[in-house]
Each structure stands twice: as C-alpha cells, then as structure tokens.
C-alpha cells in the first residue's frame, strides 16, 4: 500500500530552531516531507540544522514556497491546524480523527501549521477542508510549533502500527506463566516451611489460608524462571543463617 | 470520581530549560503534579520558570526527593518510561495503554523519566511495575524529555474527553496494588532473611540478584491485605519449628 503520510506544512515559521525541531518531531513519528511557507529569516537557516538533532534529511528536503496555496496544491486532503476553534465553517477534528481520515484517504494529504506567535490567518484556514484541534487544557493552552507537529504526527505513526509494525514484538522477553505443576510444587514447598511452624493453625482456618495463600501466589503469573527463582528464595529461607543468629 | 491525573517524575533531571518544558507540557493536558528526584542543579532553578511559558503553578509545587522509590512511595501504579526495550520481564506498554490503565485504576499512578540523556537507570525500571515505550521511528529515535511528557499526558488527557463511559474503576472488589513503601518494607523484610543465608553471595551478583527478586515481587502488583498475608508468611518462616527439626 501507498504511504499515507501526509505533508507538514509550516506557514511563515518564524524561527529556524523551531523548523528545526519541527523536523525531529516529524522524523520520529516517519514524517519525512516538510513545507515552508516564505519563513521569516530566509531558506536555508543555520539555526535549524542543531535543533534537527539529526533529522537533517529532513530539512535539506524542505521546499519553499511563496503561498500555501502553492504548497498543498498536490494535495487532496489540507488540514489546518488552530489552538482555538474561530468561527468558521468546516470540520473540527482531533488529531487522531484526522489522522484517521489521513490513513484512509485516497491522494496527498497536508497539515498545516501556522506562524509561532499568531497561528494560521483566516485566509490560510479556509483554503483547508477540516480544522485540527487539539484539545487542551482551556486554562492553560500553550502548545508549541514542534509540539503540535509532533501530537499529530504521533496519531499518524499511530494508524500505522497495525498492532504492531513499528513496535517490535514484547513476547520474546515476556515468558508464559510456568505450567501449574511448578506451581503446585512450589506452593507444596512452602506449605511444608509453613506447616511445622504454627502458620495453618488453628485447623479450623487451614483450608481457608491455603487457599489466600495459593490465591496470592497464583495472581503474578510467575513463568518457569520466576518460579524457580522463588524455590531457590525458600531453600535459602530453610537453612541456617551463617552468622548462627 | 477522583481524578486518576498521574503524577509526573523526572528522575536527575539536568537541565532546568527541560523541567520547565516538561512542566509546560503537563499542564497543557491538565496535569499538575511534578515531582523531581535529585535535579542535577539542584532546586529551585532559575532557567525552569522562563522554559515553563507560564506553568509556574506546576513547577511551585514540585516536590524533590531523593531517590525514585520516595518519590513514588505513595503510589500504587508506577510506569518507567525507556526509549527502548531493555531485556527486562515486564509488560511493555504504549502512553495511550498506560493512560487507559491509570484512567480505571484505583490507587495513584506515576510515569517516570529518567535524565536527558542516558534514561532510567535498570535500578529506576526495577522499581516499575510496566513500561512505557513510544513506538518511534526505528531508525530516527530522537524524543527528548518534554517530548516524552507530553506524548504521555496528551495520551492521559484523551482518556478523559468522552464522559467517563471508558474511565469507570472496573469490579469494586479489586482491590489496588499496594502503595509502594509497602511493597518495600516487604523486600526489605525478605532480604533481611536471606542476606545471613548467604544468598546474595557472590557480591558480584548481589545487585542482579536483588533486581531479579524485586522485578518478581513487583510483578503481582498485590494489594495491602496480600502483602500483609506475605509478610506474615515471611515472620512464620523466620520462628523455629515447632517439632524442633
């Protein structure tokens, strides 16, 4: 299947560290296509480089435009980022809803993002389909340029995991719970510590111990190695202490 | 309902620049909870507050501890974040993963990150119950600390817009894990035993051995009345036998 990864847009950016550190978020997440808008200090920026922290490619692939319109004019799907809602007429959507949209939609889809300061002008807005919102704090809203950058490219990378593409696998490390009969001798093992020291007594409370104690020890789950681990912590429990205390 | 909000822990944070930005990302999903395990410069930090972009709030009240397992004595749920997967046996989960556990968990939770640099020390992860990994880019895994935090929060935040429906505690009668002190009055109590039994010998292995047995007690996550019941086993095991064998 064709990638669906969409294009990130930057309008009028005002500093190239922010364009720089916009292209790491994106890079994470396996965005590689940047958009700049007439940036404010000019193409190329020496201050974006550091801030890519690596995600050089990223910049050096960047084209330039004069208007939006020119830089999403490959695109069939635009999605134009506010902080608050204005009052205008299209759809509102989170980021994960458009990066939904994004992962099924037919033909190019772009994000974007407006100047640090002022965010995307009216004019910007309506040349998008759909408004992306992220919803935060109402009292505290101070998302930055990477930030939402990076909240949006995180619910792309997202649609793509697929139960887990990018993740590797966690079953290598994570052992199934040890066959019961480990178990079972374990909890023999400890019954038997237990027994001649007064713990099952009175009689009339055994059966009820037996089964809080076997209860307790069933719920981790413990695998083979754990299990042994926990018989070899009994043995150790059985001998006398070294010091003749 | 109680708020489930996590507390957010930054274990040797280095740089101020990055507490503040951290604090900033909380806040915009509405968490306020910091709390600073042995900050590099000490605290409070002058370079904290301009990087906050107005969370003062957040940085104000942050609590600094010395060590991890202080700072998450009190909590129930304790997720280590890493970059990658190291080859430790616990569930590995996504930030939107843990942040639906926490929204239905009962008893507290904190997220945990670890310096700038290096990340969580195997020492900090031991203290975990789960870990947090965000799928990036395996080939550009560049997220830095604020990044992180915001991923983790935005993804808590989520589990909060849509009414609760999703939110509820589920079954009453599971009681929460233990607050952490517990759990480790309880190691304590167990390696106190098995130190003059010679088990963590050789040194060279102590500290590996008492890892091991702190990620399989850690693992059940059980409650007060199972630690309890544990730690009555562990004073049965230390009296003699009563038939004197």
Redesign the interface.
Known sequence: MESTAPVIVLVRPQLGENIGKAA??M????LTEMRLVAPRDGWPNPSAGPAA???NGVLENATVHDTLADAVADCAHVYATTVRKRGVTKPVVTP?EAATEIARAQGRSAIVFGPERSGLETEDVALARAIVT????PE?????L??AV??CA?EW??TQ?DGGA???P?GE???PPAPQEELDSMIEQ?EA??E????FQPESRAAATRR??RT?LT?????H??VR??R??LS??S?????G?
């Open positions: 790491r978020a890079l994470n997440f396996g922290a690596g995600a994960e992220v919803p935060i704090n505290f809203g101070s998302l930055n990477a930030q990076i909240l995180y990378s997202k995991w990018l993740v590797q966690t490390d994570l052992l400890l510590m237990l001649p020291r007064g713990y809080t104690l307790m719920k981790p789950g413990w695998n190695l754990e681990t926990m070899g912590v150790s429990l001998k006398p202490r070294r010091d205390a």
